[in-house]
Nanobody, 123 residues
Framework: QPHLVEAGGGLVQPGGSLRLSCAGSGFPFDSYAIVWFRQAPGMEREEVSCISSSANNMKYVDAVKDRFTVSRDNAKNTAYLQMNNLKPEDTAVYYC????????????????WGQGTQVTVSS
């Protein structure tokens, strides 16, 4: 059974850091791009970052550039989102999703989704 599980969320003060993980199982993780999304209460879901299956292409939404870093370890079937200098506006549920090989354009359906992990940035 294909599965994605996020972990690493929590409560952090502004300026702090968190590292989210997205662990895959039941499918060939190294053949899938991993996309990170977030959704804040009352807001639409927003794509935050993406890393291609071979990690040769990464992209970020402008709001997180220079603060967030996406990576992956295919030997561990896990992708990561390192989040530094967190701001209150980063507060959201963060999800990872899998798409075959490349970072897709908006609107394409994703094969697998995780259940999400809550990130709260507050003093």
């Amino acid at each position: 059974q294909p599965h994605l599980v996020e972990a690493g969320g929590g409560l952090v003060q502004p300026g702090g850091s968190l590292r989210l993980s997205c662990a895959g199982s039941g499918f060939p993780f190294d053949s899938y791009a991993i996309v990170w999304f977030r959704q804040a209460p009352g807001m639409e879901r927003e794509e935050v970052s993406c890393i291609s299956s071979s990690a040769n292409n990464m992209k970020y939404v402008d709001a997180v550039k220079d603060r967030f870093t996406v990576s992956r370890d295919n030997a561990k079937n896990t992708a990561y989102l390192q989040m530094n200098n967190l701001k209150p506006e980063d507060t959201a549920v963060y999800y990872c999703a899998a798409f075959p090989r490349v970072c897709p354009s908006p609107g394409f359906p994703y094969d697998y989704w995780g259940q999400g992990t809550q990130v709260t940035v507050s003093s």
